[in-house]
């Protein structure tokens, strides 16, 4: 966050036009009502665009009050940005309300421990707490995108192109936020510029990916909910498949076992 | 950089992987209209188990070699590891299709047993090691091996087992369509 120079500016322009256009696209195709709290993320980074621009190029500001507003608003984003990816799991997931259950806890678990594992190698120094603790919640949000995803591919759980795109775009700029802090800038320090660029670039391209998501939606596109069965069938037949899995491998393991032993 | 560190970014390279590995589409599509409780009912391969691991002893076919038929020896034997392999692809087929069977429920119940839904995931796991190492051991040449018995006793008393169970759960369907007020007319067609 320091005086740009004249492509970033070009860059920092070109995010906020392209933030513009997602936006007329949620409110032009009412994609804004199935998806409020990512709505209300475009939102704000597109006002915070617009602040950033505006206090850094006012004069008689005391810097460090700007760089402090500058993250604020950060935080404010990144929250909202956690709130819009509990939103989208939500959307996918919570219409099987087992599996939903199930995901809930693992989702909470994984964050929990990268959180943790981010925030430990901060060794109690709290100014480190902070930027790790923002850099851990990056993580979290796109391990948990993951587990969502693999969720839903493990149990056939349909996610529209919409869905794709948003958890592809949220997913990729949090990795490249978590490399960009950890690797990138020790290896750029001596140049702010790139990897301040880079992650601008980064953030365009989740960009880009959501607005191709949003010109090709159809309402058509939101799946009914599904049929349900009872819990106790669901457990009964659950421990008899299990039981016959078991068997099966276990069969497969006394071949392994009895051929080694006649070897 | 320190290691903790090389690790965290190493978990968010590998997490790239994971997003382009989750975003495919699945090898094997759903069935449509799976039916659980016929698909359970289904002959069970690993009933035969027996037969193939009898058709494999090498004492089935020496006779052949002491008889001055050694070359016709060794294509019964190759014959059999091909019909062996065959075996083990319908045994990976059933295997499969109970883990779909675990989807389909899975997708479809209010409640989801975490543990049920871990122990299967590790299963399938072991299931594909077990069937890979098994497949290349087939392919270079079983070695004579015996207890076909024990196993193929395990796999009667489980095809009973399996049998009632089917049935006390199509009852308990039947029982809780009923009892919720909407008779199904075809239980077992989820």
């Known amino acids: 966050m320091v005086e740009p120079p004249q492509l970033q500016t070009v860059a920092w322009a070109l995010t906020t036009a392209l933030e513009l256009v997602l936006f007329l696209q949620f409110v032009r195709r009412k994609i804004g009502r199935i998806y409020p709290l990512f709505f209300a993320y475009l939102a704000s980074v597109l006002l915070q665009s617009v602040a950033v621009a505006g206090l850094y190029r006012t004069q008689n500001l005391d810097k460090m009050a700007v760089w402090k507003i500058a993250w604020l608003t950060q935080g404010f ?24 259950g199930l995901a809930r806890r693992i989702f909470l678990g994984v964050a929990a421990a990268v959180i943790a594992y981010d925030l430990f190698l901060s060794k109690g120094q709290w100014q480190w707490l902070i930027l790790n603790g923002i850099r851990g919640l990056e993580l ?15 149990y056939r759980v349909p996610v529209n192109q919409l869905q794709r795109a948003l958890a592809i775009g949220l997913c990729l700029y949090s990795i490249f936020y978590v490399v960009n802090y950890s690797l990138l800038e020790k290896i750029l320090r001596e140049y702010p510029f790139v990897w301040n660029f880079l992650g601008l670039f980064a953030f365009i391209a989740s960009l880009l990916v959501w607005i191709g998501a949003a010109n090709r939606y159809t309402a058509a596109e939101e799946v009914e909910m599904p ?10 037949i659950s421990s008899e498949v299990n039981a016959r899995l078991i068997l099966l491998n276990r069969q497969l393991m006394q071949f392994l076992h009895l051929e080694n032993r006649g070897q | ?61 020496e006779f052949l070699g002491r008889a001055g038929q050694a070359s016709l020896m060794q294509t019964i034997r190759r014959e059999r590891r091909t019909i062996a392999l065959n075996y083990l692809r319908q045994l990976q087929e059933e295997f499969a299709m109970l883990l779909e069977i675990s989807r389909v429920l899975a ?34 040449g079983i070695q004579p091996f015996s207890g076909f ?17 089917t049935t006390r759960i199509a009852e308990a369907t039947v029982q809780s369509a009923q009892s919720s007020g909407h008779p199904n007319e075809n239980p077992g067609s989820f």
């Open chain 1, 227 to 236: 049929q349900t069965i009872p819990a106790e069938v669901y457990g009964m």
């Open chain 2, 1 to 61: 950089m320190n290691l903790p560190l090389i690790f965290l970014v190493l978990f968010a390279i590998l997490l790239v992987g994971l997003l382009a590995w989750a975003l495919r589409p699945p090898a094997q599509q759903i069935r449509p209209a799976l039916d659980v409780f016929e698909a359970l009912r289904q002959s069970r391969h690993a009933s035969r188990m027996s037969q193939i691991f009898q058709a494999l002893q090498p004492q089935d076919t």
């Open chain 2, 149 to 165: 018995t024990l196993l193929s006793n395990m796999a009667t008393s489980f095809a009973r087992r399996l049998e009632a169970a």
């Open chain 2, 107 to 140: 997708v479809m119940s209010p409640e989801v047993i975490a543990m049920e839904e871990m122990e299967r995931w590790k299963l399938s796991l072991a299931f594909a090691a077990n069937c890979a190492f098994l497949r290349w051991k087939l392919r270079l």
């Open chain 1, 140 to 154: 979290a949000m796109a391990a948990v995108i993951v587990t969502m995803l693999i969720f839903a591919r493990y």
């Open chain 1, 77 to 100: 984003v990144v929250f909202l940005r956690a709130l819009a990816l509990v939103e989208l799991n939500r959307r996918v997931l919570a219409r099987y309300i087992g599996i939903w």
